[in-house]
């Protein structure tokens, strides 16, 4: 049973706009999240991050939003740049667990379009 | 700065070999994991370890185990290599301290053949 979904396999977005990549989860133990990045043949680099206590986190153009009521969270781009196509992983994790593990999405492939 | 790395970017071995995938990472992390990259199936986990000569398995141990004699070194073994195993293979590790994440390797590609 997926605890973490991105039901988006893919996205296309034009240079310039936003790009908005979406996450559920399942598990209300999960209070932390992350946002990894990955270029092919490339191992993922961490992107962004979000605690649960917290409903917003801001970095530069990338910006990740939190509604725990709903289980979801959401990556937005502003602007999208074609540097930014990749492949995109929520991921999730129960601090409180001893032994700090991930939970990842299946990723969501962004292409951004000059 | 600090660093996961695995021992080779690219690999072709043939059907029925025995594979060493290795790790290494200098952050002190008590953590270290390996998964694999397939197209729409995301990153499994196929084992991790928590501390020296500690192993759990992941979601898809199968066909794989792995070796964590050092602190600093994780190793995945194909104890009989498969075409179904062509994959990318990711090694990660992270602090049990917790926050932040996972740092990742930069993967291996294994090709069985």
């Known amino acids: 049973d997926q605890q973490v979904k991105q039901n988006s396999p893919s996205l296309s977005v034009q240079e310039g706009r936003i790009s908005i990549l979406n996450c559920d989860y399942t598990?209300?133990?999960?209070?932390?999240f992350l946002w990894y990045k990955k270029y092919p043949a490339e191992g993922p680099t961490f992107l962004i991050s979000?605690?649960?206590?917290?409903d917003k986190n801001e970095d530069g153009r990338f910006t990740v939003f939190l509604n725990k009521s709903a289980k979801h969270l959401s990556l937005h781009i502003v602007p999208s740049q074609p540097g930014d196509s990749a492949v995109y992983f929520c991921a999730a994790a129960y601090s409180g667990a001893g032994s700090y593990q991930l939970t990842f999405g299946k990723g969501t492939k962004l292409s951004v379009i000059p | 700065d600090v660093k996961v790395t695995q021992s080779s970017r690219y690999l072709v071995k043939r059907t029925g070999e025995k594979v060493f995938l290795e790790c290494v990472q200098d952050?002190?992390?008590?953590?270290m994991f390996w998964y694999r990259q397939d197209p729409g199936l995301g990153l499994r986990l196929i084992y991790f370890?928590?501390?020296?000569?500690?192993?759990e398995k992941g979601d898809i141990p199968e066909g794989y185990s792995v070796s964590r004699e050092k602190k600093e070194r994780f190793s995945l073994i194909l104890e009989s290599a498969s075409t179904n195993q062509t994959s990318m293979y990711l090694c990660?590790?992270?602090?049990?301290?917790?926050?932040?994440?996972?740092?990742f390797g930069s993967g291996t590609r294994l090709t069985v053949v």
């Open positions: 952050m002190d992390h008590e953590n």
């Open positions: 990660a590790s992270s602090s049990q301290r917790g926050g932040g994440g996972y740092t």
């Open positions: 370890s928590y501390d020296v000569k500690m192993k």
């Open positions: 979000i605690s649960s206590i917290k």
């Open positions: 598990n209300s133990m999960f209070d932390y």
